[in-house]
């Protein structure tokens, strides 16, 4: 779970198939990309790399907003900043990813009830250094903590969020990449010990105990499910 943290109105703070190459956004308006990453030396000498791979993943991102336009900025200026982005170490903040798991037909989410937030939210955390690319992080965190056997992730990211967390502190902040996945039908969640609980919801039926950002995460996994 990568939300365990202040959040920052589910825009950050100003300041198929897993298919790590698939860095399309979701059938909503979006914002043209500002040229951030032209000459990106991020991952030139090691393009094997997970840090590689999210520079990638987000200078090919199209932001559906412009709050979020200055997010994949700010993350790619991260990337660019620190060796160690990835990774739980890096005291200013690290990338993580975060998984809205959906219902077959698209229509309920599957939270988890998270134990130092106190908030439904969706499934997510930190890289491992066995992670070849985000989109194989937010596809293994979210089978670890669904324990749903045979996700399938959708086309992604959906959304980035900035918020404020206590990994080094007093606190330092997830620059999280949101994506969304299809569990198969008649599956059963299974409760992992990073959580107190695990429920479908309605998308529309979030309880208030969670977060505009889950809402926003969702509503656009289903968009993308729709779709086809």
Do not use: N, Q
């Not at 937010?138 to 992730?153: F, N």
């Not at 330092?172 to 994506?179: A, G, I, N, R, T």
Request: aromatic share 4%; charged share 25%; hydrophobic share 40%.
């Amino acid at each position: 779970m990568s939300r365990p943290g202040e959040r920052a109105g589910g825009l950050g703070e100003p300041a198929g198939a897993v298919d790590a190459a698939d860095a399309a956004g979701p059938a909503v308006p979006v914002v043209p990309a500002a040229p951030v990453g032209a000459g990106d030396p991020v991952g030139a000498g090691d393009p094997g790399s997970l840090r590689a791979d999210a520079a990638a993943v987000l200078r090919g991102w199209t932001a559906p907003t412009a709050e979020e336009e200055l997010l994949r900025e700010e993350f790619l200026e991260h990337l660019r900043a620190h060796e160690d982005a990835m990774w739980r170490e890096c005291v200013p903040g690290h990338l993580t990813a975060t998984t809205a798991v959906l219902s077959h037909d698209g229509l309920r989410v599957l939270l988890t009830l998270h134990p130092k937030a106190g908030m439904w939210l969706p499934m997510g955390g930190h890289c491992e250094r066995g992670d070849a690319t985000l989109a194989a992080v937010a596809l293994r965190e979210a089978t670890e903590e669904s324990g749903i056997p045979g996700l399938r992730l959708l086309p992604g990211p959906l959304a980035l969020d900035r918020h404020r967390v206590w990994c080094h502190p007093p606190h330092s902040h997830h620059l999280d990449v949101e994506y969304g996945a299809v569990a198969p039908a008649d599956v059963e969640a299974v409760i992992s010990e990073e959580s107190l609980d695990l429920r479908w919801f309605p998308i529309e039926e979030i309880p208030e105990l969670s977060d505009e950002a889950t809402r926003r995460l969702a509503r656009r996994a289903r968009e993308v499910l729709r779709a086809g």
